[in-house]
């Protein structure tokens, strides 16, 4: 329950008071995968256009210095793993495309890791730019932007995806340029979305009390650690959802309901 709020006991209970789950938020902070955006765009397009991809890509830019930080990242990663023992595909130094059995792998289990994000939204730049992909939204989700904004509100991002990859996906959607409406991003740069102090953090940075922010997110996890930052909290049922376990958080199947 939102706050305390629950739209549905309100209506039913008493038809002329009728709250919605935003009313007391200035801040909608929101997924994406699962909340604004279909699973199946980013498992059935996103991940697959990286993959086939990072062979080319890595080819041609090896030698840009971001590049190379996503690199180094990405090994610091792979030494870890190998340093506790876990079995993974072999990184061969000597050749530029080395690392992409590795790469490959990441992606194939959904790693949520920094050097991984922030390398799949340079590969995804490319995508966007020359028009060979277009990131969907659910149909709710432009209507209810301009409807918070309207209201007054400020919306925000926060996503495993890359501050880059958030910032294309949302400027390329089918149904146009909706960076208009986000005042900002954050990406795991911040911290981790299942620890509690990366909404500490985000509170901070955006100069309210985690009381006045509202969570929207398809993962318990996260909303666990969200609302440990005192926000408020709201599960995202969405179809092609990984889970449709709300675990006694209060769910929305649409932004209709905010
Ligand atoms: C920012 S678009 C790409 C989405 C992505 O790579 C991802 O891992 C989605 O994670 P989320 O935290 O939005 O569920
Ligand atoms: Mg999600």
């Known amino acids: 329950m939102a706050n305390g709020i629950n739209n549905q006991q309100l209506t039913t209970n008493n038809s002329f008071m009728t709250a919605l789950y935003s009313d007391n938020a200035e801040v909608l902070l929101l997924d994406i995968e699962g909340t604004t955006t279909p699973v199946d765009y980013v498992f059935g397009v996103l991940f697959p256009f990286a993959r086939d991809r990072v062979t080319d890509f890595l080819s041609t830019y090896q030698q840009v210095t971001a590049v190379q930080t996503d690199l180094q990242l990405l090994r610091k990663e792979y030494e870890q793993e190998l340093a506790q023992g876990v079995s993974v595909p072999h990184w061969q130094e000597t050749e530029v ?8 792998y990441l992606i194939s289990i959904d790693r ?10 340079k590969i995804w730049e490319r995508g966007y730019r020359d028009g060979t992909l277009r990131s969907q939204i659910f149909p709710d989700v432009k209507p209810a932007f301009q409807r918070w904004i309207s209201a007054g509100k400020h919306l925000y991002i926060f996503s495993s995806g890359s501050v880059q990859a958030q910032q294309l996906l949302f400027r ?14 954050f990406d795991t740069q911040t911290g981790s979305k299942r620890e509690v102090q990366s909404y500490a953090k985000i509170a901070s940075a955006i100069g309210k009390i985690p009381e006045k922010i509202l969570f929207i997110s398809d993962v318990t996890a996260e909303l666990k650690a969200s609302q440990a930052a005192g926000m408020q909290t709201l ?10 376990e ?13």
Do not use: W
């Open 97 to 104: 495309t080395g690392a992409v059995p590795y790469i490959h």
């Open 112 to 121: 949520k890791s920094t050097g991984l994000k922030s390398l799949q939204g």
């Open 172 to 185: 390329y959607t089918e149904e146009g340029d909706l960076t208009g409406f986000i005042s900002g991003y």
């Open 235 to 244: 599960f995202s049922i969405r179809t092609g959802n990984h889970s449709f």
């Open 246 to 258: 709300a675990e006694g958080f209060p769910a929305i199947q649409s932004f209709d309901e905010v």
